[in-house]
């Protein structure tokens, strides 16, 4: 069986911790063969690879994915680590969060659902997809030698359908509660250093920033925006009862502060704006926008 060289080898042993001796030794050829599988990273695939298509207990090396006990946290953490003491040692951490489906099918996938296929889809064009959705977290780093910003990802989990939950004994989480969970275990993995997370509009949830406003290293996060959106202030906190996360329509049309629309307000003769460089990634030219 072939093996990697030194460098790659004392990378991998940096995970070797977190396995019992036996399924290390069937780990270390799995990832072997998905370094060296072109197309589809299966098992199989994997084994064939490295000249194990032979092997008569296969089985063994598909146990470490479905049998095995080992932290895949624990595996992240390291990961994580090992992503920024190389591209990101100084300076804040960027981070980027986004969901995606695995299409799979399958009566044995329980946990797949329908969603909205965002790459087939558009503003009047509604495709359905039916898979897997994952909520990955990603290191925005610039890679030297590919000249542009690459997102590594650290951090993965699976964010099931509501029709998931239906019957059984544990609620339904939405994406943000999901990604809500991912971050403050972000934090806790990195209590000293600045972190910026960089999502789409799906994450432009009040509760979600509010909870992200309050820690006590707050994390700065950047979601896209609508221009046109109704933007109010918090509802006062009464006193005997609990505070809210947001105003009820009744305390919208007692107080009435309401913010001035962002939309408006680019059209507005009275509004000053001035003009600042932004650099549009580390090797790109800066621009100027308004």
Same mark, same amino acid.
């Given at each position: 069986? &072939?093996?990697?060289?030194?460098?790659?080898? #004392?990378?991998?042993?940096?995970?070797?911790?977190?396995?019992?001796?036996?399924?290390?030794?069937?780990?270390?050829?799995?990832?072997?063969?998905?370094?060296?599988?072109?197309? +589809?990273?299966?098992?199989?695939?994997?084994?064939? *690879?490295?000249?194990?298509?032979?092997?008569?207990?296969?089985?063994?090396?598909?146990?470490?994915?479905?049998?095995?006990?080992?932290?895949?946290?624990?595996?992240?953490?390291? $990961?994580?680590?090992?992503?920024?003491?190389?591209?990101?040692?100084?300076?804040?951490? *960027?981070?980027?969060?986004?969901?995606? *489906?695995?299409?799979?099918?399958?009566?044995?996938?329980?946990?797949?659902?329908?969603?909205?296929?965002?790459?087939?889809?558009?503003?009047?064009?509604?495709?359905?997809? #039916?898979?897997?959705?994952?909520? /990955?977290?990603? $290191?925005?780093?610039?890679?030297?030698?590919? +000249?542009?910003?690459?997102?590594? @990802?650290?951090?993965?989990?699976?964010? &099931? #359908?509501?029709?998931?939950?239906?019957?059984?004994?544990?609620?339904?989480?939405?994406?943000?509660?999901?990604?809500?969970?991912?971050? $403050? +275990?972000?934090?806790?993995?990195?209590?000293?250093?600045?972190?910026?997370?960089?999502?789409?509009?799906?994450?432009?949830?009040?509760?979600? $920033?509010?909870?992200?406003?309050?820690?006590?290293? &707050?994390?700065?996060?950047?979601?896209?925006?609508?221009?046109?959106?109704?933007?109010?202030? @918090?509802? @006062?906190?009464?006193?005997?009862?609990?505070?809210?996360?947001?105003?009820?329509?009744?305390?919208?049309?007692?107080?009435?502060?309401? /913010?001035?629309?962002?939309?408006?307000?680019?059209?507005? @003769?009275?509004?000053?704006?001035?003009? #600042?460089?932004?650099?549009?990634?580390?090797?790109?030219?800066?621009?100027?926008?308004?």
């Amino acid at each position: 069986m &072939p093996t990697l060289p030194n460098d790659y080898l #004392s990378l991998i042993c940096a995970f070797a911790p977190y396995f019992s001796n036996l399924v290390w030794q069937h780990a270390q050829v799995l990832v072997l063969g998905a370094i060296l599988t072109p197309g +589809q990273r299966t098992v199989a695939a994997a084994l064939r *690879i490295v000249g194990l298509s032979a092997e008569r207990h296969f089985q063994t090396y598909h146990r470490v994915l479905n049998r095995a006990a080992w932290s895949s946290g624990a595996l992240s953490r390291v $990961l994580l680590g090992l992503l920024i003491q190389t591209f990101a040692a100084t300076g804040h951490v *960027i981070i980027g969060l986004d969901d995606t *489906i695995e299409r799979r099918r399958g009566a044995k996938i329980r946990a797949k659902g329908i969603y909205r296929d965002p790459v087939r889809s558009s503003h009047s064009h509604f495709v359905k997809a #039916s898979g897997l959705r994952w909520l /990955s977290a990603m $290191l925005l780093v610039p890679i030297p030698w590919a +000249q542009r910003v690459w997102a590594l @990802p650290f951090l993965t989990v699976l964010a &099931p #359908s509501e029709r998931y939950y239906a019957g059984g004994k544990r609620t339904h989480k939405k994406l943000t509660d999901w990604a809500r969970q991912m971050l $403050l +275990q972000l934090r806790r993995w990195l209590p000293q250093r600045a972190l910026v997370v960089v999502a789409d509009s799906s994450f432009a949830v009040i509760s979600l $920033l509010g909870r992200l406003a309050q820690l006590a290293e &707050p994390i700065c996060m950047i979601v896209r925006f609508r221009l046109d959106a109704a933007l109010y202030a @918090p509802a @006062p906190a009464s006193k005997g009862t609990p505070a809210r996360e947001g105003p009820t329509p009744a305390d919208l049309e007692a107080s009435g502060r309401r /913010s001035e629309n962002q939309l408006a307000a680019g059209d507005d @003769p009275a509004v000053v704006w001035r003009r #600042s460089a932004h650099p549009r990634d580390r090797f790109g030219d800066s621009r100027l926008v308004a």
